[in-house]
RNA sequence: GCGAGAGUGGUGGAAUGGCAGACACGCUAGACUUAGGAUCUAGUGCCUUACGGCGUGAGGGUUCAAGUCCCUUCUCUCGCACCA
């Protein structure tokens, strides 16, 4: 069989897709708002290497959603850009002196040329990148409106750096202690810093996931790095000292079994509470702290360490004088900094109390455990109970006790009800070259001053040398000219702001300059955000769950309450597509030499082989290895669409057989489709084409629909196939075809007989049958009766169009 | 350690509690040929000459019937990891 001729058809349907903008979006008012769908793929950055296989992985399944969309009578928004600030481009101008906007655009131009090669049906009147200064003056303008909302502050507190990116990271963006760039182990450093105010919006966040139609996993990890909880704050005093110790903690009903505190070794009190025989001790300790990253105080901490201040608290419910001690288990950056350590039901005071002979009382007890309650506890136990030792809380369950004594230390005014998140501010600063410029000045007289929003861009200036200072300032410190400038408030002299944005900032907000990708006047025209948004479906890797998706939401949230968003959620339904993995099943790289070029594959069996391949390898949402040989078969039913296709086309009707196998086929591609189950569809074409290309001669009423079902798979071959059978106008304008019920259905069903659940006999039925029917022709069977001969029968089980059980005794 | 997800032929995978292995790859045999990443036909879970038996990580359970529901357990992947 002739290999069919993709070169040429891919390439006449792209041509003629582009100069007719067969694809192009526009905001119909007579389309209502339920015919309209925003589908959405995480743009790409635009690296180096060029387009890899797991890009157009996600990208084919929306782009066969939205071509199935429209077949559908949609009026479909789908469009791609480029996530186009970042460091590799940085990292190459370093290197060779090339301009990181040369490589970028160079990068940008060929990622394009790849993605338009497997003919997706996108509206690229609508492309962004996140580098031009016609975006990122909106990027800069969003700054500024968190900035007027005191939601971006500076501030100066030791931060994650990674020394190899020579560059601060915020916590999403450190994994294991590691970079999650270049997995260089991350450090402490202590520079000034820009911080978003993400901590603001933790509970809007965090309820704000119920809504969504997402991947419970990710909902799940949203909220655990959200990280609520609940407890009580507490005003310990401590003796010979004015002020008291505020600690937090979820467990108030614990408060009498507080043998001791911690305090962070950061903590501010520490070093006037400490008595003057400890000072040397505790100075050490401070000292040795603060020289561990925070991998070592966790990693290889797990004999606990710490020293004694010398000075007491006194337990708030029974006056009980009790040691501070400090230690690295407790950390600064949450709660208070500070902890009352009850040893008996808290691990990790268990273990400190243990390695310094610290006293443990118990004072919760498991349901049903009886007295006397005086003896130190042999184990430390975290689970619910009933509260003992605890004066007159005795006896209270735990939710309860927890409840009374809250109340209890709120009307006594030492502590109140508290509620704490493990989420942190957003460092946001990157002092790096290429990247938005944070569009403040500090001027001596005004403090920090925004630009006017007139003023906006902020360009990026030329540099010298991109080559990061790695004293914590950005190369843009070195340029003098750029740097001194005029305070926009008082017009004295003032200096601008030499650090960058993050890459996240141009990808927080790019799905809403889509809609409206060229106004000049605003970030998107409200009627148009209004037309199109939130995004009904959008599609991208599991790698983005607390970064990118959760940054976004803020943003988002942060634009819809100052009015300029019409949701306060961006993404209604997000599908997390699955990795492919190398044909040796390992991830994919350059090292393992398994990586699979998508130029290759289009090269050699065409874009619509390496779409339906991609959609055939499995569920979409489930990491896969690739396998050319599958890729093979798939090229092979591709060729037989094709070869069946020159067939002669007859005006006849089809046979009843064929058109109960069209209607079935018609009615599992479009479910399939519908619910973005590709394999199954795609498995389903195959078995119609298998029967159909045995015929001389097609029914034009059975290959039709077929080709227009085949088309948004393989729409280059879709297009030439629905020309070849006459058609003027593109398949991608034509009705999606529809199904009749009553033709899916079998008139006759195979039923299967068993005897006690194993498989004895068969036979044929008609559809719809009564069940004594069945169950008298199954008991008849020569082959049954020879398994219930001599039996007693206890029971007969009879499934309508299925099966027949019999169940015997003896 | 905590949390989540997944374990089905030689391989990718399919199965509203009702025929396990659809579809595809690979393999075996045959046909054909303009020798191609061909095509066509038949076969292909394991054991057994057969009758039949056994089979969805392992072990229990519920049910007439379990890959599917429940309990226990193992392995792998991902996320978090002293968050008081």
Known sequence: M????????????QKRWEDEKTFAAAEDPSVPKEKRRYVLDMFPYPSGAGLHVGHPEGYTATDIYCRFLRMRGYNVLHPMGFDAFGLPAENYAIQTGTHPEVTTMANVDRFRTQIKSLGFSYDWD?????????????????????????????????????????????NEEVKDGLCDRCHTKVTRKRIRQWVLKITAYADRLLDGLDGLDWPEPIKLMQRNWIGRSEGASVHFELEGHEEKLEI???RPDTLFGATYMVLSPEHPYVEHITTLEQKAAVAAYVEAAARKSDLERTDLAKEKTGVFTGAYAINPVNGAKIPVWISDYVLISYGTGAIMAVPAHDERDWDFAKAFGLPIIQVVAAPGETGPFDKTPDKCTAADGFAVNSGKFDGLPTDQAIAQVTAWLAEKGIGKKAVNYKLRDWLFSRQRYWGEPIPVVHCEKCGIVPLDEKDLPLLLPEVKSYAPTGTGESPLANIPEWVNTTCPCCGGPAKRETNTMPQWAGSCWYYLRYLDPKNADAFVDPAKEKYWMPVDLYVGGAEHAVLHLLYSR???????????????????????????????????????????????IVRDFGADSMRVYEMFMGPLQVSKPWSTAGLVGVSRFLERAWATSEKPIAGIAPSAEHLKLLHKTIKKVTLDTDTLNFNTAISQMMIFLNEVSKLDSLPRALWEPFVVMLAPYAPHLGEELWERLGHAAGVSKVAWPAYEEALTLDDEKEIVVQVNGKIRDRFTATAGGAED?????????????????????????VVRDKLVNIVVKG
């Open 554 to 600: 803020f943003w988002h949230k942060v634009l819809f309450d100052i009015g300029v968003v019409s949701d306060d959620e961006p993404f209604r339904r997000l599908v997390n597509q699955g990795m492919i993995l190398g044909e040796d099943n390992q991830k994919m790289s350059k090292s393992r030499g398994n990586v699979v070029n998508p130029d290759d």
């Open 126 to 170: 609508r492309e962004v990148s996140t580098c031009t200064p016609d975006y990122y003056k909106w990027t800069q303008w969003i700054f500024l409106q968190l900035f007027k909302r005191g939601l971006a502050y500076e501030s100066e507190m030791p931060i994650n750096w990674c020394p190899s990116c020579k560059t601060g990271l915020a």
């Open 248 to 250: 937090y903690t979820t």
């Open 2 to 13: 002739a290999k069919y001729p993709f070169e040429s058809i891919e390439k006449k349907w």
């Open 773 to 797: 029917a069945l169950r008298e022709t199954a008991l008849a069977l020569p082959k049954v009766r020879e398994w219930t001969e001599g039996k007693q029968i206890a029971k007969v089980i």
